[in-house]
């Protein structure tokens, strides 16, 4: 205790916020794409970006699928990032990560048909998402 309960209070959410962000960081850890498929989601990211746009409109799939990837539209907008940049190797791929496992969660939802039916990018393209996502 340090004496008031306000400062007792900003300590206490502060070391609540570092945690919080702590785990955050340890889960991206746990679940970023292996190997050569960090860099292959990275150069996917703008075809990604608009398969998830057309997948949020899409009025077919589930509704939680669509909040989902709403909140991953807002998640990626955010001016400010959950790893920052100066962070080796995930400092620059937190996006990517963070679509990546956004993306599981969706296909494994969704359907691979409904995936195939709004990816706007190539035939190779598309085969480096389903090794990412998991997809067969």
Same mark, same amino acid.
């Given at each position: 205790?340090?004496?008031?309960?306000?400062? !007792? #209070?900003?300590? $206490?959410?502060?070391?609540? =916020?570092? /945690?919080?962000? &702590?785990? @955050?960081?340890?889960? +991206?850890?746990? %679940?970023?794409?292996?190997?050569?498929?960090?860099?292959?989601?990275?150069?996917?990211?703008?075809?990604?970006?608009?398969?998830?746009?057309?997948?949020?409109?899409?009025? !077919? #799939?589930?509704? $939680?699928?669509?909040?989902? =990837?709403? /909140?991953?539209? &807002?998640? @990626?907008?955010?001016? +400010?990032?959950? %790893?920052?940049?100066?962070?080796?190797?995930?400092?620059?791929?937190?996006?990517?990560?963070?679509?990546?496992?956004?993306?599981?969660?969706?296909?494994?939802?969704?359907?691979?048909?409904?995936?195939?039916?709004?990816?706007?990018?190539?035939?190779?393209?598309?085969?480096?998402?389903?090794? +990412?996502?998991?997809?067969?």
């Amino acid at each position: 205790m340090i004496g008031s309960w306000g400062w !007792d #209070l900003l300590l $206490g959410l502060a070391a609540a =916020l570092v /945690l919080t962000w &702590a785990a @955050l960081v340890a889960v +991206l850890v746990v %679940v970023r794409p292996r190997g050569d498929l960090l860099r292959e989601a990275l150069r996917l990211l703008p075809d990604v970006l608009r398969l998830v746009r057309r997948l949020a409109a899409d009025p !077919d #799939l589930p509704r $939680g699928v669509r909040i989902r =990837l709403a /909140l991953l539209l &807002a998640y @990626l907008a955010f001016p +400010l990032d959950l %790893v920052p940049d100066f962070i080796p190797v995930l400092g620059y791929a937190d996006d990517a990560v963070v679509v990546t496992a956004t993306l599981r969660s969706v296909v494994r939802r969704a359907g691979l048909p409904a995936v195939r039916r709004h990816w706007p990018g190539t035939e190779d393209g598309f085969a480096v998402l389903c090794r +990412l996502t998991g997809m067969t």
